[in-house]
């Protein structure tokens, strides 16, 4: 199996590259004396969490307890479940505890905290249950300052759960263009996050790990003082939303479509590809900002960047790629039909989520197949 | 297995409105004089082709050969691979017809019709190619009047190859909110694709199929006087997008996402569910039209809308819910942790990808689950 005899549509990664982004992360992890925790939901795949593990992270973040029950079953214990827990799913966390997993929960509010305490007592379980913290007010979390930070470290701790740390993501990160601001997003997270856990060891609670973490605020962050551990998903593969926020290159994503022209329309200026929004997601994610990628930014099959060639527009099974600015009336002589063409994504989780498996490719151009899994 | 023991988060199908949409489609078409090929890219669901089959429908149509390849393997043979062949791809569908499959292929270009009669020439195969026509400018296809198109006809004729039919899909219908212009694009639709028939036809080619469709059209044309049979795909589910466009209330989408409220920020009047864009997909196909239903429409478990709730951010497995215009202060005491929600999709295509079964509920209240699949 080589480039050349893959079918089309299908989700490549660049070995070499994602070798390379997983480097840099850990090395600078290292150099900021934290330990790294990677997201593994960006690709949900055996192979790309072993190159991370190899490469010296401490244990896996997961959003499902599908990822859990996976990534345990390969042999990996040290598991953090970074969603707000569904009192229902505590059947299936307690499962896991009783296998050995090291498995831990969040919470960010008393009546879960109620939840866990009811739930553990009943089972005589101590679950290990970290407090989540919101820290620039993008989703989930307790304020650091906010009274309810005591009221569920207290009802975890009274109730006989143990109090592992405090977890807080910036996902407001995504949002900027500029180092100042991600630097200032990035202390906002880290120190942020530390009071919460100093709130909670003045009161007399226990709290050992500080856990924060987003790909942009993990690589400009100045230093992280109070910090334990840091969490990052896509920077493994990064993508046009992390090149627009200024943290990688175009010839850093590792994670590509491979398509095939099928058609033209000639007066438009359009090529028709076999990849459309079932292969690419429909993550927009670049709409609105710096520059707008449309569904994705060309490139040749060896993966050359096509300046200004997009995929302006996508149905199920048809991306249509034209030129930004002037169309190209030679656009059926440029990319005739059969031409076969690398398509950078908007968003490395979203155009993941959409493949079975990834077709990984190695410096010397073999080809291997990496199976991914989706679901619940 | 109940409504109320599902794990969360789960796609949902209301059987006996998937049953009134089939119906209604099914009647439609049977009063209009023609065939119906309904899409099954929609839900790649067999439990739902048959229901579609049971109804009266003749054949399907297909946006990957893996469709085709299942769906012939579950006894259905007449397929029409409704997405321009690429030249590679042909053995597959080669090796569709030599097991008995009718497989009808695409084309829109001299080059892509030399490539089918230079494979089937070599192959010994008489591949029934349908010529596509473009009736809007949405996408791909050879408009009515090109030249082009006798030059295609010519090439597969002249090359052995069996031109079945002509095919267009007004895509466009989708943009528009009003019968006025719907009734408009429907004509369109069935006039240029008529009118592309005739001009074959007049040049000594043969041409019996006439095939149209998209779920606004067949639902508002007319007539369809000259047209032999109609595709449409999304009428089956149903969703907010539909709804947008007119032709269905709310409360006919059979397919909907289950979740569960895992916290709040009650300062903001969110509500936090386990549902994110992994289970709703990133699809934002009624932003900038009639109404905004951001990442969907929030209903109570049973079905019950809750006007003006709606799905309003997302990330991968978060999902946020807020009310639109003054924010709800209670929600925390309206929506509290462990309330069970139905989320309404914007794009029941879309939605259904990010899943790998759907949970069936019938009319008793029992839960079957059924298999779709994904993947090229």
Redesign the interface.
Known sequence: MNLASL????ALIDVARMQRNITRMQQRMDALGVRFRPHV?TTKCNEVVQAQLQAGASGITV??LKEAEQFFAAGISDIVYA???????LGQALALRRQGCNLKIVA??V??AE?IVAFGQAQEECFDVWIEI?VD?H??GIAPEDATLLAVGNVLHAGGMRIGGVIAHA?SSYDYDNDEALIAVAEQERAGCVRAAERLREAGLPCDVVSIGSTPTALRAEHLRGVTEVRAGVYAMFDLVMHNVGVNTMYEIALSVLT?V????PE?GWA?V?AG???M????GTQGRKHDFGYGQVCTEEGQVLEGYLMS?A????G?LSRQGTPDAQIAEHL???TRLRILPN?A??TG????HYHAIAADGSVATWPRF???
Chains 1, 2 share one sequence.
């Open positions: 079918p089309t549509p299908a939901k959003s499902t969603v707000g827990m569904a009192p229902t799913k960010d509010s009546v879960c939840a919101d007010g989703r989930s996902g095939t099928i058609g033209h329309q438009k028709i076999d929004w079932m292969a997601s429909r993550d927009r527009g149905n199920q099974e048809h249509i005739p039909i059969g968003h989780c979203a989520a959409q493949h079975q989706n679901g619940w």
